[in-house]
C-alpha cells in the first residue's frame, strides 16, 4: 500500500540537541516537501525538494536543514538554532506539484 | 505579501445543515486551490481542488464555489454529518507547485 510514512510519532529534544526526523514514501513522487503546524497557524513550509540532490528554502528554514540523498527519502534536522522547535512536523510528496500528499506527522516537543 | 485569508477560525453546524468555509487570496497568479481535511493527530488529507477556469466544483457532498474577479473561494459542505468535525484548510498554489500557502484552519464541529 503506498504511501508517506514519518517516524516517530513522537519526538523529545534536550537544549542544544539536534534532532533528525524521518520522511518516507513509496508513491514514487519525484518532490516532497516539510511544513511545520502550529495550533490556529495553518502551515508553513520549511524547506522542498523537487529532484535528488537538490532543495530549496521555503518561508521558515532558519533552523533547519534537509538532505535528499535518495528520491524516497526527505528527512528533516532540527538543529539546536531552531529556538522554537515545538510543533507538529508534516511531510509531504507530490508528482509533478499536485496534489500533496501528507503522512501523519512528528510531534516534537521540549525536554 | 502572498497569503490565504480563510474564515470562520471556528464554525458550529447541525447534522444535516450546510458548512461553509470561506477564503480570499491576494495574488492573481495562484492557479491551483485545493480544500485539505485534517483529523486530530493525522496529517491533512485532500478533499476537494480547483482551478481557476471553473467556478463551481462538486464531488459527493462537497462542493468548491470559485469567484476568480473577487479572489475569493469557498468549501460548501451539505447534509453535514458529526463525522466531518474536523479541521478544514484551503490553500493555494503557483502552477509550478513550488509553494503551497495555507490559510489558519477552521475547526469545525457538527453536532447530532
Known amino acids: 500500500d503506498g504511501g508517506i510514512t514519518q517516524s516517530p510519532k513522537y519526538l523529545f529534544r534536550k537544549e542544544g540537541q539536534n534532532v533528525t526526523l524521518s520522511c518516507e514514501q513509496n508513491l514514487n513522487h519525484d518532490a516532497m516537501y516539510w511544513y511545520r503546524q502550529d495550533p490556529g497557524q495553518g502551515l508553513r513550509l520549511i524547506y522542498y525538494s523537487q529532484i535528488v540532490n537538490d532543495f530549496q528554502k521555503g518561508d521558515i528554514a532558519e533552523g533547519y536543514s534537509v538532505s535528499r540523498e535518495k528520491k524516497e527519502s526527505f528527512p528533516l534536522t532540527v538543529t539546536s538554532a531552531q529556538k522554537n522547535p515545538t510543533a507538529f512536523y508534516l511531510c509531504a510528496s507530490s508528482y509533478r506539484g499536485f496534489p500533496q500528499h501528507f503522512g501523519d506527522g512528528t510531534r516534537l516537543s521540549i525536554l | 505579501q502572498q497569503q490565504v485569508k480563510q474564515s470562520p477560525q471556528s464554525l458550529i453546524v447541525q447534522k444535516g445543515g450546510i458548512s461553509i468555509i470561506n477564503c480570499a487570496y491576494e495574488?492573481?497568479?495562484?492557479?491551483?486551490f485545493p480544500w485539505y481535511q485534517q483529523f486530530p493527530g493525522k496529517g491533512p488529507a485532500l478533499l476537494i481542488a480547483?482551478?481557476?477556469?471553473?467556478s463551481e466544483k462538486k464531488e459527493g457532498r462537497f462542493t468548491i464555489s470559485f469567484n476568480k474577479s473577487a479572489k475569493q473561494f469557498s468549501l460548501h459542505i451539505m447534509d453535514s454529518q458529526p463525522g466531518d468535525s474536523a479541521t478544514y484548510f484551503c490553500?493555494?498554489?503557483?502552477?509550478?507547485?513550488?509553494?503551497?500557502?495555507f490559510g489558519k484552519g477552521t475547526t469545525l464541529s457538527v453536532s447530532s
Open positions: 490553500a493555494a498554489s503557483n502552477e509550478a507547485g513550488t509553494a503551497l500557502i
Open positions: 495574488n492573481t497568479a495562484f492557479d491551483y
Open positions: 480547483i482551478r481557476p477556469d471553473v
